[in-house]
């Protein structure tokens, strides 16, 4: 039997875009940032290590006023660098082709990322990428990816259920994310996504 694909929730660094994202110049930040509030940065796991020193810091601090200054701080810098990053950033191959091929299809897809939405939605207007039904970036939810909130929304405002849904993505976090929800996913390969639809 197979299955029938209503919808598709994109990630989009490396799924879309390939972000040049000056990340030396952002560790160097986010040190600063974190030694001034006294926290450490993971460079393996940098929005992790953001959001569990916010985790511990609100735990400390006075109604979590010191914990929102440093998480805003942080994620001014990440905005920054990513936004920065566009200018040299390029198309995944096929990117465009495969967009535009869905909405030939009447088959509508959101996009849920780890990055920020306006940095999405500039990188969708840099290289006239058709627009999603949403762009979900890391400032419009309260826990990113792998968390399911993102997705949940997408799915929400899609008006589709995680079963009617493909997620399409570059990442073990995508997977794991896709196989919680029952997803169908499909992982570095847009023209795989065509073949399968």
């Known amino acids: 039997m197979s299955i029938v694909c209503k919808g ?31 926290v450490r940065l993971n460079n393996f796991d940098v929005l992790g290590s953001i959001m569990q020193s916010y985790g511990s810091l609100k735990e400390k601090s006075d109604g979590g006023k010191l914990a929102y200054r440093f998480y805003y701080k942080a994620m001014k810098i990440l905005t920054q660098v990513e936004l920065a990053g566009l200018d040299k950033s390029k198309p995944i191959p096929n ?45 419009k939810v309260m826990f990113p990816k792998p968390d ?10 899609m008006k589709l259920k995680p079963e009617e849904c493909w997620l399409v993505g570059d990442s073990e976090i995508d997977l794991k994310l896709g196989r919680v929800l029952g997803m169908r996913v499909i992982i570095s390969d847009l023209l795989q996504l065509k073949q399968a639809l």
């Open 148 to 157: 399911t909130q993102g997705v949940l929304i997408a799915l929400d405002i």
């Open 95 to 139: 990117a465009k082709q495969v967009l535009r091929w869905l909405g030939k299809k009447k088959i509508p897809f959101a996009i849920v990322s780890n990055n920020d939405s306006l940095c999405i939605a500039a990188a969708f207007k840099k290289f006239g990428f058709p627009a999603p039904i949403v762009f979900i970036g890391r400032d």
């Open 8 to 38: 598709v929730i994109m990630d989009f660094d490396r799924t879309l875009v390939c972000l040049d994202v000056d990340w030396a110049s952002a560790y160097d930040k986010l040190n600063e940032i974190c030694n001034e509030f006294g």
